[in-house]
């Protein structure tokens, strides 16, 4: 029996999970509707799994690392509206196990939760599209990788990686910060690194979700 706490806002969706585990050989220990619930919860019943929705109200992902700091026996899978690849991939920098979303079938939220409790990653088929469309692959992001710190980077890579979020090539971005286009590619290859995607599209989805620039002021670039 895998016991499992629900972390999310809505009393009507944790209604609906609640039931969809009934006969599930899941026991719901406990419901959370806010991060100080959830920790409280985690430090009293020694869950097994956490399925969690961090972008509900009441909830982010920085609680993600204070409950493994508790627990460090507890995972976490996340059941979320549509998000973008990069914030898959940050939520799982910061602890998710596995990921699925809230339009998933029953089979696969059921499933999420019973092979996350055996030390298996999960993903449905729609997050691994995602994920996929922007260039990142899942199986190349060695557990070292998910870890609770956060994504540092450099003025100057904050920089490149705005100049690539407008359209602008590696010529151009060495021009334009007095660059050799070597220092700008070796820039490139860092940043994604550190980013965890592997295409220029991840870049921008990134400068976006970040503001450093806006949805309407960029064009892909050709290189990637």
Do not use: W
């Not at 499992?4 to 039931?19: D, F, K, Y």
């Not at 026991?27 to 799994?49: C, H, M, R, T, W």
């Amino acid at each position: 029996m895998v016991n499992l706490i629900l972390a999310e806002s809505n009393e009507l969706v944790r209604i609906g999970l609640r039931t969809v585990f009934k006969n599930a050989e899941v026991q719901v220990i406990g419901e959370a509707s806010n991060e100080a619930e959830l920790l409280s919860q985690i430090k009293s019943f020694n869950p097994d799994v956490v399925l969690i929705d961090y972008t509900s109200g009441n909830f982010s992902i920085d609680v993600i690392p204070k409950a493994l700091s508790i627990s460090d026996d507890v995972r976490f899978v996340a059941i979320t509206p549509e998000q973008s690849g990069t914030t898959v991939v940050n939520a799982l920098k910061s602890g998710v196990t596995s990921h699925i979303k809230k339009d998933c079938s029953i089979t696969e939220i059921i499933d999420s939760v019973k092979e996350t409790s055996k030390g298996k990653k999960f993903f449905c088929g729609q997050v691994l599209e995602t994920i996929h469309d922007e260039g990142i692959d899942v199986e190349e992001l060695s557990d070292s990788e998910f870890t609770c710190e956060p994504i540092v980077l450099s003025n100057r890579e904050v920089e490149v990686i705005t100049l690539i979020a407008e359209g602008f090539t590696n010529v151009e971005i060495s021009e334009k910060l007095f660059l050799s286009k070597h220092t700008v590619n070796t820039h490139r290859k860092n940043i994604m690194n550190k980013l965890g995607v592997k295409n220029t599209a991840g870049i921008v989805m990134f400068a976006v979700k970040e503001k450093y620039t806006s949805p309407n002021k960029f064009l892909f670039s050709n290189e990637n």
